[in-house]
């Protein structure tokens, strides 16, 4: 295929017929306020009604490397499923950080430096993100620093390795640098909440230090638009028809960055595909949460975002999923997902391994266990449908980054010692108990919540 770097980012925001909630402070939620460090593009990235957003010359010459990235027709991964329909892949996972993340992550290291930040720092739950940045901070000259959730270091200390490799310094979270990793486990929430909020610590405790996050912002999905942006580029190459988009969700970059940009193409005048989100079993935010305000991290300094959440206190069982182990999808994801722009499914970890299984047996990539929960996905709705949707021309999905060094989950589904947690619903319902609703006055409680969590699935 011929497909080139787009020139522009495309963001979604003007084609959302409505302005998203706003974020609550702490001071208007009750506690004080809070100083934002983030560059000013960053944050007109996040606000205006702007569609397209010039790359820098900088980033675009960097994107070059591993861009435009591959998009093909996975004939024999539909033969293996029994596909109806056409399943096309388009795949993430061609650059050092073996994902997605890179996109944005190499976006903000020039945006941070620019600002003068000379060292950014970040929470990792799988790895990727934290690879990610670490790259494209040795690439822009910026020192970086990873706190990487523990159960997931321990399990992929290679991942550890290569960030050191690109310079960063990588602590296991709970770290014991922070007051937050002194707390007691009860007053922390899960662990992906705690690496971030360890960040967040860090960094505001450091001159010269920016915290950097790589999926829930708004100007983070925008960069990763270039990933929907070729696809339809390529798609159009090959006259190919699709009328199902889907993507995995931790936070929502990954989906964010394949899908939205089809979603703008449709507010133009295009037809538009099913949006689908794919996401773990385990922390179902968009399948079983609630659409309320709560805090992004465990520190709970920042604003209060308007998210489909589970709770940030509520401690995610353990699972192979580990980059999509967040409590909450991103606010503009959260916003479409209420309003029925998009859907959402959830995939237990074995059928998302199952589906990264066919897919390295049949398409020669071996993909990561969170892009498996978007080929499980995928492949139902190629097949019989999920959920009440089923594709009926055609399906893309993205494949967001590869699994070399996942290699010990793929181990235990071979061997057959691969289980699955479900998520505990009176755990769950006491994690949302004190949300606010959106829409409410802030210290709301609304009956619908519990209603959404018990039901399981959202109109």
């Known amino acids: 295929m011929t497909a080139v770097l787009p020139p522009a980012w495309r963001s979604v925001l003007p084609h959302l017929g409505r302005p998203m909630p706003p974020d609550l402070t702490p001071e208007s939620a009750g506690g004080?306020?809070?100083?934002?460090?983030?560059?000013?593009?960053?944050?007109?990235?996040s606000v205006l009604d702007r569609e397209y957003w010039e790359i820098p010359g900088e980033v675009a010459d960097a994107y070059r490397r591993f861009r435009p990235t591959p998009l093909w027709r996975a004939t024999g991964f539909e033969r293996a499923v029994g596909a109806r329909v056409p399943v096309y892949v388009k795949y993430?996972?061609?650059?050092?950080?073996?994902?997605?993340?890179?996109?944005?992550?190499?976006?903000?290291?020039?945006?941070y430096k620019r600002a003068g930040i000379r060292e950014l720092v970040t929470g990792t739950g799988a790895g990727q993100w934290g690879t990610a940045l670490a790259a494209a901070c040795a690439l822009f000259g910026l020192r970086c620093r990873v706190f990487m959730v523990e159960s997931s270091l321990r399990r992929k200390p290679y991942r550890g390795v290569l960030m050191r490799m690109l310079g960063a310094e990588v602590h296991s979270s709970p770290s014991g640098l922070t007051k937050i990793s002194g707390k007691p486990a009860e007053q922390i929430g899960n662990s992906?909440?705690?690496?971030?909020?360890?960040?967040?610590?860090?960094?505001?405790?450091?001159?010269?230090?920016?915290f950097s996050i790589g999926s829930g912002e708004t100007y983070?999905?925008?960069?990763?638009?270039?990933?929907?942006?070729?696809?339809?580029?390529?798609?159009?190459?090959?006259?190919?028809?699709?009328d199902t988009v889907v993507g995995c969700v931790?936070?929502?970059?990954?989906?964010?960055?394949?899908?939205?940009?089809?979603?703008?193409?449709?507010?133009?005048?295009g037809e538009r595909p099913l949006l689908v989100a794919a996401e773990s079993?385990?922390?179902?935010?968009?399948?079983r949460g609630v659409y309320a305000y709560d805090k992004t991290d465990a520190t709970g300094s920042g604003p209060l975002e308007a998210m489909y959440t589970i709770g940030s206190d509520y401690r995610i069982p353990d699972a192979h999923s580990a980059g999509l182990r967040f409590h909450g999808a991103a606010k503009v994801i959260s916003a479409m997902r209420h309003s029925g722009d998009i859907a959402a499914t959830a995939v237990t970890q074995n059928d998302a391994l199952?589906?990264?299984?066919?897919?390295?047996?049949?398409?020669?990539?071996?993909?990561?266990?969170?892009?498996g929960h978007a080929l499980a996905a995928a492949a139902r709705l190629a097949t019989d449908g999920a959920d009440g949707m089923r594709a009926r021309r055609g399906v893309l999905v993205c494949?967001?980054?590869?699994?070399y060094l996942d290699l010990a989950a793929y181990e235990q589904l071979l061997d057959g010692e691969l289980g699955d947690e479900a998520p505990d619903g009176p755990a769950l319902l006491a994690a949302v108990s004190g949300l606010t609703p959106v829409g409410a006055e802030p210290g709301a409680t609304g009956p619908g919540r519990t209603a959404l969590l018990t039901t399981g699935v959202r109109p």
């Open 399 to 403: 494949v967001s980054g590869h699994g």
């Open 92 to 111: 993430e996972g061609g650059n050092i950080s073996g994902s997605h993340k890179l996109n944005t992550a190499l976006a903000q290291a020039y945006y």
């Open 192 to 210: 992906l909440s705690l690496a971030i909020g360890e960040a967040v610590e860090y960094a505001a405790g450091h001159e010269g230090a920016a």
């Open 250 to 269: 931790g936070a929502g970059s990954n989906f964010g960055g394949i899908a939205l940009p089809f979603f703008a193409e449709s507010a133009a005048g």
């Open 354 to 371: 199952e589906a990264g299984r066919l897919l390295t047996l049949h398409e020669g990539v071996l993909p990561a266990p969170e892009s």
């Open 32 to 45: 004080s306020a809070v100083q934002v460090n983030l560059p000013l593009e960053l944050v007109r990235q």
């Open 220 to 242: 983070s999905i925008l960069h990763q638009s270039v990933i929907g942006l070729e696809a339809q580029a390529q798609l159009a190459e090959e006259d190919a028809e699709i």
């Open 281 to 287: 079993s385990t922390a179902p935010k968009l399948t």
